[in-house]
């Protein structure tokens, strides 16, 4: 928001609070040292931006806007400043023992950019539950912490694949409390004939059923599309139409447009699938896997060395 003091907030202190925490849980100077450099090396990957560059053939390819950032997270990653520039604008394709290297366009590139990103951010924070599950754990009982992450719903100006990702997660964790909440203590008032008075809610299983279930759900024939060369966003789009256009919880547009609706427990969100196929797809292809296992970083805990096993 442009602000960077907010009144009662100290972030030095909030930070010192944290470097304690660390050493009473017992993570060593090297591995506190390693959270700093991932997690700074994310925001740097953030800040990376590109140009677009006419190629040979009238290809599309991308140049990066500035160095710097690949040189920091080359730095705090120990990385190969040349590897980080081949997997942020091109894409390896192996064909007849042969290796074709192909440029991305920038749609392409600042995908590969983010699956970096949240790879590398995912990763980190498996290892800190890992890590703090093991830490806490005493003798033969075992512990954990639960961490119950309510993503909020979102409906914006538009919409795209995080959207109904973040919607779907809400929709679960929605059908989850009216099932412990609602549902199944009803029956134990109902078993126990204790005189209550009935309380409705909507159950929400419906757009669950529409947006993942087998075979036809909109996430399912998503993973179909993707499957197929041919496929295009317009085609998985269409086949969203011809499956669920009978369904009151799918909406399809008044114009051609690129989109669909659903009804959510939360209010209907229209979502463009411009883009669908390629975010369902796995970005994060094996010369970024191969790239980051390279990295120098001292990790000498047996776990942390899980952290770049993707």
Known sequence: GGAYRIECKDDAEDFRSLLSAMQVLGFTSDEQDTIFRMLAAVLHFGNVYFHRKQLKHGQ???????????????????????????????????????????????DQALDARDAISKALYSSLFSWLVHRINKIVCKGS???????????????????????????????????????????LEQQEYAREKIEWQPISYQDNQP??????????????????????????????LEKCHYNHALNDLYSRPRMSSMEFGIKH???????????????????????????????????????????FNF
């Open 207 to 236: 757009v669950l059923s529409l947006i993942a279930k087998k075979p036809v759900g909109i996430l399912s024939l998503l993973d179909d599309e993707s499957n197929f060369p041919k496929a295009t966003d317009l085609s998985f």
């Open 141 to 183: 009982k075992k512990t954990s912490i639960a961490i119950l992450d309510i993503f909020g719903f979102e409906d914006f100006k538009e919409n795209s694949f995080e959207q109904l990702c973040i919607n779907y997660a809400n929709e679960t964790l929605q059908f989850y409390f009216n099932k412990h909440v609602f549902k």
């Open 60 to 106: 599309e390819g991308v140049e990066i806007g500035s160095d710097a950032e690949i040189r920091w997270a080359s730095h705090l990653l120990q990385l190969s400043v040349d590897g980080i520039l081949r997997a942020l604008t091109t894409r390896t394709t192996e064909a007849r023992n042969e290796r074709v290297l192909t440029a991305l366009n920038i």
């Open 265 to 307: 427990y939360a209010g209907q969100v229209w979502y463009s699938v411009d883009g669908f196929l390629d975010k369902n797809r796995d970005t994060l292809r094996s010369v970024v896997v191969d790239l980051l296992i390279s990295s120098k970083v001292p990790v000498r805990n047996q776990y942390f060395s899980n952290l």
